[in-house]
């Protein structure tokens, strides 16, 4: 798959000043970031792991403006390879 442009406008890519996010997602968010960031590379987890976290399935981080709408494709892709 290559990066082509959307051809039609998707809205923002940054969510506007004062978003806030739900708390469920938040700490889902932590959680995932947490397990990706540990210290030793065998404790962390893996791409595929990324992708199953309950974050990726969190409603409300599916919206055209959401962070995850932009990442989620790119990270499949990595996967892919």
Do not use: Q
Not at 9 to 38: C, F, S
């Amino acid at each position: 798959m290559e990066d082509e442009a959307p051809h039609e406008y998707e809205g923002p890519l940054i969510e506007n000043t004062g978003t806030r996010l739900a708390e469920e997602e938040v700490e889902l968010l932590g959680d995932l970031l947490e397990k990706m960031l540990r210290y030793l590379p065998d404790e962390r987890i893996t791409v595929r792991e990324v992708l199953e976290h309950p974050w990726f399935k969190y409603a409300g981080a599916t919206h055209l403006g959401s962070p995850l709408y932009v990442l989620r494709p790119l990270l499949l892709n990595c996967c892919r390879h």
